[in-house]
């Protein structure tokens, strides 16, 4: 950006901006168009701000093009997920029917019984922390499931051992204990 000079609605602007913005990136850019605007060089700006001096180029070349719109960086693209509309439709639907309706031996799903139920299903398979992630994203929360055997051993057998097990152990403390 040769030196031009930023009118006072301009610098306004940029610095109610730059105060304004949780965005590190925002700040940057709008302190390397503040900075040019009193003249700093290329050098200097990108010494001080801890960047090359091509960015402080690019920074440049983008306020000019686009104004303060230029100034948000550009959220890349990156990849498409493999995640297609009918995985994610898939998985919304799974997640909210009980396994032992689908034939399952359990009552819980599981990141690894969930990855493989949708696998035979879709074809797609997921490693446990993206499935997460995609649960996430489609507004489920998980928790990791407690195995216990309440619910399947017989309460009545059960307290009447622990009660026997509790009276074994205070006979043996007694044996034990050296008597005076």
Same mark, same amino acid.
């Given at each position: 950006?040769?030196?031009? /000079? ?8 940029? @610095?109610?901006?730059? =105060? $304004? ?6 700040? +940057? ?19 001080? *701000? ?6 402080? @180029?690019?920074?440049? /070349?983008?306020?000019?093009?686009? &104004?303060?719109? &230029? *100034?948000? !960086? +550009?959220k890349s693209t990156g ?11 898939? *998985? ?12 399952? &031996?359990? $009552?819980?799903? $599981? ?6 139920? *949708?696998? +035979?299903?879709? &074809? ?15 507004? =489920? $929360?998980?928790?990791? !499931? /407690? ?12 307290? /009447?051992? +622990? ?18």
């Amino acid at each position: 950006m040769a030196r031009r /000079k930023l009118t006072d609605k301009e610098w306004g602007t940029l @610095d109610a901006l730059r =105060f $304004s913005t949780t965005d590190v990136a925002v700040f +940057r850019n709008v302190t390397v168009i503040l900075m040019s605007g009193v003249g700093r060089s290329k050098a200097d700006i990108a010494q001080e *701000l801890g960047c090359c001096p091509a960015t402080v @180029d690019n920074i440049r /070349k983008r306020y000019r093009e686009q &104004g303060l719109a &230029g *100034l948000t !960086p +550009r959220k890349s693209t990156g990849r498409r997920s493999r995640a297609t509309p009918e995985y994610r439709a898939a *998985l919304r639907r799974v997640v909210q029917t009980q396994p032992p309706t689908l034939g399952y &031996g359990f $009552s819980v799903w $599981s990141v690894a019984r969930l990855n493989a139920h *949708l696998q +035979r299903e879709t &074809g797609r398979s997921f490693g446990d922390d993206r499935l997460r992630a995609i649960l996430r994203e489609e507004g =489920f $929360s998980f928790q990791r !499931p /407690k195995h216990t055997m309440k619910g399947k051993r017989d309460e009545t057998a059960y307290e /009447k051992a +622990r009660r026997k097990l509790k009276r074994l152990k205070k006979g043996r403390l007694r044996k034990l204990a050296p008597t005076s």
